[in-house]
């Protein structure tokens, strides 16, 4: 299983926008600070601001959300994902683009960390 974290700026938001939007569920939540949801063989870890994950570093640069590494969720109708994704008024960084392997477009989480929508070619 592979685990990923992902700062967020509301863990209660983060739990609404991946189980209603993307289909993870959620497996723990300690209060506000952080949540565990899971997807087949992947752990996603949204941690908040009262989370020891997003104490300031020695240097004193803050941990936040956002930059451009991402999770790849791989779903089978991406333009029917992205479309009722936009009804519900999720954020896209891009559109739909065509690579070797097949299709992908980058959505924002309500943090603006991105997740890569990949439909296999």
């Known amino acids: 299983m592979a685990q990923v974290r992902y700062i967020v700026d509301d863990v209660s938001q983060a739990i609404a926008f991946y189980t209603s939007h993307l289909d993870f569920r959620l497996d723990q ?14 752990q996603l ?17 803050i941990p936040k959300p956002g930059g451009w590494n991402r999770i790849v969720v791989t779903v089978t109708d991406i333009e029917k994902l992205v479309a009722r994704l936009r009804h ?11 690579g070797p392997g097949g299709r992908q477009i980058l959505c924002e989480d309500p943090a603006g960390n991105p997740i890569e929508l990949f439909e296999p070619a």
């Open 88 to 98: 519900a008024g999720v954020s896209f960084r891009n559109d739909i683009i065509q």
């Open 29 to 42: 939540q300690f209060g506000p600070a952080m949540a565990i949801l899971a997807k087949g063989d992947l």
């Open 45 to 61: 870890w949204v941690a908040g601001p009262q989370a020891s994950a997003s104490q300031p570093m020695p240097d004193g640069s």
